[in-house]
């Protein structure tokens, strides 16, 4: 079925680098969302984009949708242990506008 | 902001005995919820959209029998997993959609079944 591709699967980065994870689709999106899982822990909702080229920050997290609204990514600038986790991205897909996620990226921070 | 709350968090139970998962959505009617699974370091992998008052919708290869639900009303949705085996250890975890904020879907706590 359809779905959103995330990339890369895994990051690993020393605290005070900056991290960014990717997601495409093959189509336009009407929205994408964006969640962060800590180990153990259920996802959370960060953010949602909707407009074409929309960018929001959130502090040290910087949020883009692309133009044609099929790509989105997330920017984490100057990162902390506490940054630690795995992001999806997710977007109404499928017949009933389902949310599908994307694979995640895991994100490990080396103080 | 709104809540969703899941029920069991932690739960072991014997191969071959059936297991219920309560997902309610705590301050909001929720006429559609979803139930997702998710192994370990592993995406959440869709199973079903749960609607209220009507037969829940499985994505392929998710067996219906197996994984019944019941959208019993517009905050309460449940997940059984019937005749478990060890396979069927993981993460399940429930959404449901809050659309007047542009559907933005709120997770509950996820509950982790094992099954020895």
């Known amino acids: 079925g359809q779905q959103v591709m995330q990339i890369p699967q895994y990051q690993h980065v020393q605290e005070g680098e900056d991290f960014t994870t990717y997601c495409n689709s093959s189509?336009?999106?009407?929205?994408i969302q964006w969640y962060k899982q800590r180990p153990g822990g259920h996802p959370v909702f960060l953010i949602q984009?909707?407009?074409?080229?929309e960018v929001k920050k959130q502090k040290r997290l910087t949020f883009q949708f692309g133009e044609a609204k099929k790509n989105s990514s997330l920017h984490i600038t100057a990162t902390q242990t506490t940054d630690v986790g795995t992001y999806f991205c997710?977007?109404?897909?499928?017949?009933?506008?389902?949310?599908?996620f994307g694979a995640g990226t895991r994100l490990t921070v080396k103080p | 902001g709104a809540v969703v709350s899941q029920h069991p968090s932690w739960v072991i139970c014997k191969s071959g005995t059936s297991v219920k998962i309560e997902c309610r959505s705590l301050?909001?009617?929720?006429?559609?919820m979803f139930w997702y699974r998710q192994f370990p370091k592993q995406s959440l992998m869709l199973m079903a959209t749960?609607?209220?008052?009507?037969?829940?919708?499985?994505e392929q290869g998710v067996e219906k029998d197996k994984f019944l639900i019941n959208h019993a009303s517009l905050t309460l949705s449940t997940l059984t997993v019937t005749s478990a085996h060890p396979e069927d250890s993981s993460f399940y975890i429930c959404?449901?959609?809050?659309?007047?904020?542009?559907?933005?879907?709120?997770f509950g706590e996820g509950s982790w079944l094992t099954v020895v």
């Open positions: 959404s449901a959609g809050r659309r007047q904020q542009g559907n933005t879907i709120y």
């Open positions: 189509t336009t999106l009407s929205n």
């Open positions: 984009l909707v407009k074409s080229g």
């Open positions: 997710a977007a109404p897909l499928g017949d009933n506008n389902d949310m599908r």
């Open positions: 301050d909001f009617q929720a006429t559609t």
């Open positions: 749960s609607n209220e008052g009507s037969k829940a919708t499985y």
